[in-house]
C-alpha cells in the first residue's frame, strides 16, 4: 500500500512520462508541491550564483582550434555518474565550455553549463548518454566513460527522476524512498541494470589502439585522491595545469556538488535492492566490476578470480597516457541509430502506467475516503 507522499509522486511520475532518456529535447521537471517547488527554488538561486561565478570568463573554441587540441572527447556516462561535476571541473580549469548532445535548460540556466545542446568544433568535450538516448549524430576522437557502480547509481537515478531535482530539501523524509514502492521499484531496478549491463559493455568494447578509452570511477572522482583523478584525466585529453589549478577547481566545485554519498562506501545502497537482484547484479557485472577493481562491499561473496578482466586497450587513472593532437589515429561516430538500447519504458510508455500496481493505488485510496 501506497502512503501519501508515494501516491503524490507517482502521479507526478506519470504525468511527466516516466524517466526521460528518449529525446535530445529540454527535460522537462516536475515539482510535486508547493512547499519543496519555494525550497528547490531557493537553492536553485543559490547554485546559479555560484555556477555563475565559476563559469566567469569561458569561451568556446575559436575556428580551426579544435585540431590544435588533437579533436574531440566524448564524455559518456550512465546517468547520476558524475558527468556535470566532471564537466565543471574542465571548464574551469581549461577555461573552455564543454557540450553536450542534448539541451537540458535547466542545467544551462542553472548550472552555468552554456555548452547545453552543442555539440559542434566549439566544443572539444562534449557528455553524452549514449546508446540510451536518440540525438544527432557527431564524430570523436576518444572517450572518458564515467563508471558508477550499480547498487548507487540505479538508486539515485531513481530518486533524481521521481523527485524531479538533485536534493531532498522541502520534505521531512525522502519521498522516493524505495520501500513505499514496492514492485514498482524492483522492476525499475531490474530493467535499469540491464541498461546499466549494456551501456558499460557497450563502451568499453569500443576501447581499441586506434581509439583510446578512459575509464573513471565516479567513486574515485568524488574521493580523497580527487586532484590526481582530475590531473590523470587532463592528461589522457592532452592538457596540462598546475597543481593550484586544479586544487583551485576542487574547492570550487565542493561549493557546487555535496553528493549525498559523500563519507559512504561504495554500494551503500545495496541493501535497497532484493536479495534475489543483489545476486544477479554481482554475477553478471562481475567482469566490469572486478576490473575496475570494486571490492567485496559491492561484490559481496563473490571473489574475483582476475586482477582485471577488460581489455588491456581500456585505460585507467592509474594507467592514463597521454594522448594529444598526436595520440589518436581513429575516428568514432556517436548515436547511430542502429547502435540505439533505449530504456523500454522510453520506447512504451503505456508499460510504465502497468508497472503501477491498480489494485495498491485502489486499495489507498478506498482506505482514506
Not at 531513481?158 to 521499484?185: C, E, V
Request: with cysteine; charged share 20%; net charge positive.
Amino acid at each position: 500500500m501506497l502512503n501519501p507522499n508515494a501516491c503524490i509522486l507517482l502521479v507526478a511520475y506519470l504525468i511527466c512520462g516516466g524517466p526521460s532518456g528518449g529525446s535530445c529535447s529540454s527535460v522537462e521537471r516536475c515539482k510535486p508541491n508547493s512547499t519543496v517547488e519555494l525550497a528547490q527554488k531557493a537553492i536553485a538561486a543559490t547554485t546559479t550564483a555560484i555556477a555563475q561565478g565559476s563559469s566567469h570568463g569561458l569561451r568556446f573554441l575559436k575556428p580551426g582550434e579544435l585540431n590544435s587540441l588533437g579533436g574531440k572527447t566524448v564524455l559518456a556516462s550512465f546517468p547520476r555518474s558524475g558527468s556535470t561535476m566532471l564537466r565543471h571541473l574542465v571548464q574551469n580549469i581549461t577555461g573552455i565550455y564543454t557540450g553536450a548532445d542534448f539541451k537540458d535548460e535547466y542545467m544551462r540556466d542553472t548550472f552555468g553549463l552554456k555548452g547545453e545542446g552543442v555539440f559542434d568544433d566549439r566544443v572539444f568535450m562534449v557528455k553524452t548518454h549514449w546508446p540510451n538516448r536518440f540525438c544527432p549524430p557527431f564524430q570523436v576522437q576518444r572517450a572518458v566513460v564515467l563508471v558508477r557502480n550499480p547498487f548507487d547509481v540505479i538508486l539515485s537515478w531513481w530518486t533524481f527522476r521521481i523527485l524531479g531535482y538533485h536534493q531532498h530539501t522541502g520534505y521531512d523524509s525522502n519521498p522516493a524512498d524505495p520501500k513505499l514502492f514496492g514492485t514498482l521499484w524492483h522492476r525499475f531496478a531490474a530493467h535499469e541494470f540491464e541498461i546499466w549491463k549494456k551501456f558499460h559493455t557497450f563502451w568499453l568494447r569500443k576501447a581499441s589502439k586506434r581509439f583510446p578509452v578512459l575509464v573513471v570511477r565516479y567513486e574515485d572522482l568524488v574521493g580523497k585522491e580527487q586532484s590526481r583523478v582530475v590531473h590523470s584525466i587532463l592528461s589522457f585529453l592532452g592538457h596540462t595545469a598546475t597543481t593550484m589549478q586544479v586544487s583551485s577547481a576542487v574547492k570550487r566545485i565542493k561549493m557546487l556538488y555535496r553528493p549525498r554519498s559523500a563519507g559512504k562506501h561504495a554500494g551503500y545502497s545495496k541493501d535497497q535492492f532484493p536479495a534475489s537482484l543483489q545476486a544477479q547484479i554481482q554475477r553478471e557485472a562481475a567482469d566490469v566490476l572486478c576490473g575496475l577493481g570494486y571490492t567485496s562491499e559491492i561484490m559481496g561473496v563473490l571473489k574475483c578470480e582476475k586482477v582485471s578482466s577488460l581489455r588491456e586497450e581500456v585505460q585507467t587513472v592509474d594507467t592514463v597516457s597521454a594522448t594529444g593532437a598526436d595520440g589518436t589515429k581513429g575516428t568514432m561516430t556517436v548515436n547511430l541509430p542502429r547502435e540505439a538500447m533505449v530504456r523500454q519504458y522510453v520506447l512504451k510508455k503505456e508499460q510504465l502506467r502497468e508497472m503501477v500496481s491498480a489494485v495498491n493505488l485502489r486499495s489507498y485510496l478506498k482506505g482514506q475516503l
